[in-house]
């Protein structure tokens, strides 16, 4: 009986083992430049960035700040300029995110301007009356929005997927 105990012991054990085994090469894939754990960082940051960016828009700050410079009606009465300002608090959130995550500064004004460009370009075109107002706020320019992220950051492929590419400062200035 004692040595049936003692077996069902071990093989709790050795499961113990092998899961622990698991997670540590899973962890030690994850902290190496694997072909899977570059695709993973990537991924990882562009959902931060859009979470980011998500949070910046609900930020009721915005509401507050533009009521108080009592710009609300303007803003609210113009497409372009509540698609403008919406790109504003979006690159907002993502920038302090990427601030906080110790991107560099470069990196950061890359995927703002990948971001906003497509906004931008619009608003100017709607206003200059090349494309109908509705346009600035439509689907296709909100697709090339999360493109134009997208492209920033395949650009800069390298920086987004390496191990100690990804953040911090130091790390960046050790491997260079
Ligand atoms: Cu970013």
């Known amino acids: 009986m004692i040595t049936d105990v003692s077996v069902i012991v071990g093989r709790e054990a050795s499961l113990r083992g092998r899961a622990g085994a698991a997670v540590g090469s899973?962890?030690?894939?994850?902290?190496?430049?694997?072909?899977?754990?570059?695709?993973?960082?990537?991924?990882?940051?562009?959902g931060q960035m859009s979470i980011a960016m998500v949070l910046g828009m609900y930020l009721p700050v915005w509401g507050i700040l533009l009521s108080?410079?009592?710009?609300?009606?303007?803003?609210?009465?113009?497409?372009?300029?509540?698609?403008?300002?919406?790109?504003?608090?979006?690159?907002?959130?993502?920038?302090?995110?990427m601030c906080i995550r110790r991107h560099t500064w470069?990196?950061?004004?890359?995927?703002s301007a990948g971001m906003s460009a497509s906004t931008v370009v619009a608003a100017a075109a709607s206003l200059a009356g090349l494309l109908p107002h509705?346009?600035?706020?439509?689907?296709?320019?909100?697709?090339?929005?999360?493109g134009g992220m997208l492209a920033a950051m395949l650009v800069r492929w390298r920086h987004y997927t390496q191990y100690g590419h990804h953040s911090h400062g130091a790390n960046q200035k050790a491997a260079a």
Not at 78 to 91: G, I, K, N, R, Y
Not at 106 to 111: A, F, G, I, P, S
Not at 134 to 146: H, Y
């Open 106 to 111: 470069r990196h950061t004004v890359e995927m």
């Open 68 to 97: 108080a410079l009592g710009l609300s009606h303007r803003v609210s009465g113009s497409p372009e300029a509540s698609a403008l300002v919406m790109t504003a608090e979006m690159v907002f959130g993502m920038a302090a995110w």
């Open 26 to 46: 899973a962890r030690a894939i994850l902290r190496s430049n694997a072909p899977a754990a570059q695709v993973a960082r990537f991924v990882s940051h562009y």
């Open 134 to 146: 509705t346009a600035v706020n439509s689907g296709p320019v909100q697709i090339l929005m999360w």
